[in-house]
């Protein structure tokens, strides 16, 4: 069976996805389900993820055209007009209910990018609140090719000090009550999405080589555990994350980078290290005002990364 389907990316035929080797990601129980009007009228909420596209920022085979577009998940003050262009606001909604905050599009420096603040616009939700799948399926609907995250996080290494930079590689899930995948059912077919390697191994090169450039302290990979939250772990939890090879902890990234390898979006993250969280004996227990204290200090150097880092993603597109 072959679907035609018309889309910004131009005119293409799709074998099924389950006869397909080249469809290794296809949301057919939503195209199904609950979107088969709309997923003609905004686009194609479709996803073709190859072994070459989730190993590289690069044109995905298969594709005419390609017009490379990023999301960016957080990056506050990216919006600045000083440097943030052709601006434009969509409220939005999915099957999965509404994202998180309305999505900002525009330009910066020569490339198109939609921004969304994972927590919304006043940090009013939890990190067992945020709609993951909502914010993750509004960003493929615009077509966005990349995400770019960034995110607050504890070091579990002496060595990751307060404000340093982690491009991590890893995560580790000890989330309990996430909405995880856009596969819940398997009655049109079992659907085992590959998470070796989650994070973008070129995006993640760019990143590390932008960041040290601008003279950033960072580090070119780390494990990061991602706990359900909002509470702060307990002494006991924070050395059995240690003991796991945990680099970092946080709240948010293992279900956001699992769902982006799902929608077939090429995904890399930026973390910031703000506290130690509770295993150190020689330092305080993490609070919630020192995360803030040291993540404003620092976030000047997290968005300059994020605007220098945009070029060179699309020169190598």
Known sequence: MFIQITTGLGLFSLASPFSSPLCENYFWKDFEAKNSARFIRHNAFLT???KRARSTFRKPPGLESFMLKIGIIGGSGLDDPTFFSDARQLEIDTPYGKPSSPLKMGTINGTEVVILARHGNRHQLSPSQVNFRANI??????EVTHILATTACGSLK???GRGDL??????????KRRKNTFHESFENGAQHTPMAEPFNADMRKALYET???????????GTV???EGPRFSTKAESLMFK????????MSVATEAALANEAGILYAVVAMSTDYDCWKEDEDPVTWEEILKVFNSNAANVKSLLINVLPKI???A
């Not at 399926?137 to 615009?142: I, Y």
């Not at 982690?166 to 989330?175: G, L, M, P």
């Not at 003991?243 to 946080?250: C, E, K, L, P, Y």
Request: proline share 0%.
């Open 48 to 50: 073709i993820t190859t």
């Open 243 to 250: 003991a796991w090879g945990g680099d970092v902890i946080n």
């Open 158 to 160: 002496a060595e990751i």
């Open 137 to 142: 399926f509004a960003l493929k609907e615009q």
């Open 314 to 316: 699309r020169e190598r």
């Open 166 to 175: 982690i491009i991590v590689d890893q995560f580790i899930d000890f989330t």
């Open 211 to 221: 960041s040290v450039e601008l003279g950033f302290k960072t580090h070119n990979k």
């Open 225 to 227: 555990i991602t706990i």
